[in-house]
């Protein structure tokens, strides 16, 4: 019974560990303050005609949805730089943070996403940027 005890907290222990995020998570003023830093590369994984709308001022555009999500992003983004990763809600992004720093990237998520951005009164911009048409 020891041994089956001992097992099973073993693998529950592995799980919680495989299960955590590999990026950070940031709220809207620490958020603002990496896309400020011209160092940082601010990424928006939401469509095309959501970019459209509205997005933050330097922001590139690569679309979560699309299959060739990170093909395009390994093809755009630099490894050396941070990456403030944002969407419409957070979900989107949380999931592109994740793809992505397991290739090995370091990436910061927008909590909230642009949703969180707006109610915030923060700026956004509505000129188009897209990602190389690869």
Not at 19 to 39: C, I, K, M, S, Y
Not at 60 to 73: G, H, L, R
Not at 81 to 87: E, P, S
């Amino acid at each position: 019974m020891k041994k089956i005890l001992t097992y099973l907290l073993a693998v529950l222990g592995l799980n919680s560990a495989c299960g955590q995020e590999n990026f950070g998570n940031a709220d809207v003023t620490g958020f603002a303050e990496l896309a400020a830093d011209t160092n940082v590369v601010v990424l928006d994984v939401r469509t095309a005609s959501e970019f459209a709308e509205g997005h933050l001022e330097r922001a590139i555009n690569i679309d979560y949805q699309q299959s060739d999500f990170v093909e395009k992003a390994k093809a755009t983004l630099p490894m050396d730089k941070k990456i403030a990763v944002y969407c419409r809600s957070g979900r989107r992004s949380a999931g592109a943070a994740g793809k992505l720093s397991y290739e090995g990237y370091k990436l910061v998520n927008l909590k909230g996403g642009i949703i969180a951005w707006k109610a915030a009164n923060m700026p956004v911009t509505a000129s188009y940027r897209p990602a190389s048409d690869n």
